[in-house]
């Protein structure tokens, strides 16, 4: 917006100038011909008043002498004779110019070559005729420096206008760039942000707008988080209610069957109900420093393999990565995978924690020393339900990212976590 209201002022006034500056231009030229044409009319009715006063004088040439050059005309004076005093006056005979002063007509000739002035004078024997003549460049004398001074003034003017209109441009576009930073705030999940309320009427209207819908987005996210809370809680019910009549079954192996399938469902709805007690804005488009998270929490389990004799090996770049997902479930994903290495080894096997950088992802690998994962396919650690990683992999493809787990039989576990760096900040 800016741009254009710097464009267009700039058009408009630089029209405008044009308008004053080109009229200008020809008015100085024209005012230095009409200079020379005067010095040139003053000459020849100079010479004309002399010649009038003293045409019978034997010194007439002597006595005019200094009046024909003490001017910046060329000035030419034909006697009743034909005797020509002054500049040379070729031919003056055939000169129709001539022919029409003889005629006792007085005028004045602009063409290409200059300007001419011609007056007769009319004597005792006949009409005397006096020409003062100026050059082009005698008319136009100082033209090219006034014209210079005033397009080098247009220019200036010009340049002013272009300065203003992009103040005025600024204080016209800031309230708008307040009102996208605003929606670019709501977009990362800071739903309190709010619109400055500033500018030009129509900005305001905007504004207004924008806060009302981040007003109506977040009454909207909160009547949803109360109603998964409420139907998580409606679950709960039902699935203990299922999980004591599951310990009624004589059959041992239904009743563990039962047993570990009502687990994966209230494992299921506590995922729920801790989703839905997260805070709004986390359900939003988010960020955070991978590096960071990570190593606070590889600080928090470090105790825990310190008890254990658990050897834990960590190896974190020393530059931020950005990755496309909140510290909250990043920090969830980095517990998921480390506990269940200390849930599902034994004492005294070793970890490690590794994050790099791969391109436009950022690749988070925890690996354990422990026996690996079943030799069976679609079979579970001993003692594991298999839903810690499903939380993984879940929450991964929601924001682009994906999972990968070592292949069965192979000594040593080993979860790779690919998420998309947040290239935009």
Request: overall charge negative; aromatic content about 2%; glycine content about 10%.
């Amino acid at each position: 917006m800016r741009r254009q209201v710097s464009v267009l002022v700039a058009v408009v006034s630089t029209a405008i100038v044009a308008s004053f500056v080109i009229p200008l231009l020809l008015l100085v030229q024209t005012l230095a011909a009409d200079r020379g044409m005067a010095v040139a009319s003053q000459q020849a009715n100079t010479v004309a008043v002399v010649v009038s006063s003293l045409h019978d004088d034997p010194q007439l040439a002597t006595l005019l002498q200094p009046t024909l050059t003490g001017s910046a005309a060329v000035t030419s004076v034909v006697l009743a004779d034909g005797t020509v005093l002054g500049a040379p006056w070729p031919d003056a005979e055939n000169d129709p110019s001539y022919q029409r002063v003889r005629k006792g007509e007085a005028f004045s000739v602009r063409d290409a070559t200059g300007g001419q002035v011609y007056v007769p004078v009319l004597v005792d024997g006949g009409v005397a005729v006096a020409r003062a003549s100026m050059t082009s460049g005698q008319l136009s004398e100082g033209v090219p420096l006034a014209w210079a001074s005033i397009i080098g003034l247009g220019l200036v003017l010009a340049g002013l206008a272009v300065i203003v209109a992009a103040q005025v441009g600024r204080q016209v576009s800031r309230p708008v760039l307040a009102v996208a930073a605003t929606a670019h705030r709501l977009r990362a999940g800071e739903l309190h942000a709010r619109a400055p309320l500033d500018g030009p009427p129509e900005t305001v209207e905007l504004g207004e707008a924008l806060n009302g819908l981040a007003v109506r987005i977040e009454e909207l996210l909160v009547i949803e988080r109360e109603a998964v809370r409420e139907l998580a809680h409606r679950l709960r019910t039902p699935v203990t209610a299922l999980r004591l009549e599951s310990e009624n079954v004589p059959d041992p192996e239904s009743r563990a069957e039962l047993g570990r399938l009502v687990g994966l469902l209230q494992a299921a709805i506590d995922d729920l109900v801790r989703e839905a007690r997260r805070p709004v804005r986390e359900d939003l488009p988010a960020a955070c420093d991978a590096v960071a998270v990570t190593a606070a929490r590889v600080a928090y389990w470090t105790p825990l393999a310190e008890d254990q004799d658990r050897a834990l090996r960590v190896d974190l770049p020393h530059a931020p990565l950005r990755v496309a997902l909140g510290a909250a479930d990043l920090g969830d994903l980095v517990d998921i995978c480390i506990d269940n290495v200390f849930a599902h080894t034994s004492d005294g096997v070793g970890l490690g924690v590794t994050l790099t950088r791969s391109g436009t992802s950022a690749v988070l690998v925890v690996a354990d020393d422990g026996p690996g994962f079943a030799d069976t396919p679609g079979k579970l650690r001993r003692g594991s339900s298999g839903f810690g990683l499903q939380i993984v992999r879940r929450v991964l493809a929601r924001v682009g990212g994906n999972l990968r787990t070592s292949a069965p039989g192979v000594q040593g576990g080993r979860v790779e976590l690919t998420l998309p760096l947040r290239i935009d900040g």
